[in-house]
């Protein structure tokens, strides 16, 4: 296992302890709720991780993901978790709410932790690779894969440039949970 995912694991655990990576074709009513899905969300089977409580749901078997792809994966999914634990009831609550469409909490709640995702982008390869995954995430706001969370392309990239604004200036990677998860992902000495 690389350095890096053992790291990350070792993340997770610290904050939820009993964590549990599962391959969600294994759970029923997963499979259910994917066939629900599958007319708006064809691809929720084979790409989409769904997180609940300690749960984490992949789309693959563990061991069978990229171990790159599984860490930033984990990294993504523990935002979630720590505002499941500190929101509770809440969360989920407006995670689900006003199915399908336009202005959603949902889209609150992935912007939190897709700005996971940024702040990798921007590690990895400087202001081309922030643009390009923030451009990506525009797409993935607007469209089908979140039900439309945030309707409307351009609309999605002005509810994200917030934080691509914080990443790029770097007052993102000073807050928690994201300096965290950044020193951690670097391999940073703590
Ligand atoms: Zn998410």
């Not at 997180?51 to 993901?65: A, D, H, I, N």
């Not at 979630?80 to 634990?85: C, E, G, P």
């Not at 909490?105 to 202001?127: C, P, S, T």
Request: aromatic content about 12%; overall charge positive; glycine content about 6%.
């Amino acid at each position: 296992m690389s350095d890096r995912l053992t790291r990350v694991l070792a993340l997770v655990r610290r904050h939820v302890p009993d964590v549990r990576l599962v391959h969600k074709h294994e759970v029923a009513w997963m499979r259910v709720f994917g066939r629900l899905i599958r007319p708006v969300v064809p691809d929720f089977d084979t790409h989409y991780t769904t997180v609940l409580g300690r749960t984490v749901y992949l789309p693959r078997p563990p061991e069978q993901m990229p171990e790159r792809v599984l860490a930033a994966t984990l990294c993504h999914e523990l935002v979630h978790q720590l505002d499941q634990r500190r929101y509770g009831l809440l969360f989920y609550a407006s995670y689900a709410w006003a199915l399908p469409a336009g202005r959603t909490m949902r889209a609150y709640w992935e912007r939190r932790a897709y700005a996971v995702d940024l702040l990798f982008a921007y590690d990895r390869g400087g202001d081309p690779e922030l643009d390009n995954v923030a451009r990506r995430l525009a797409d993935l706001f607007s469209g089908p894969g979140y039900f439309f969370m945030w309707a409307g392309r351009a609309s999605a990239a002005a509810y994200l440039r917030p934080v691509v604004d914080a990443v790029r200036d770097g007052s993102l990677a000073e807050q928690q949970p994201y300096a965290e998860i950044l020193a951690v992902w670097r391999g940073d000495q703590a």
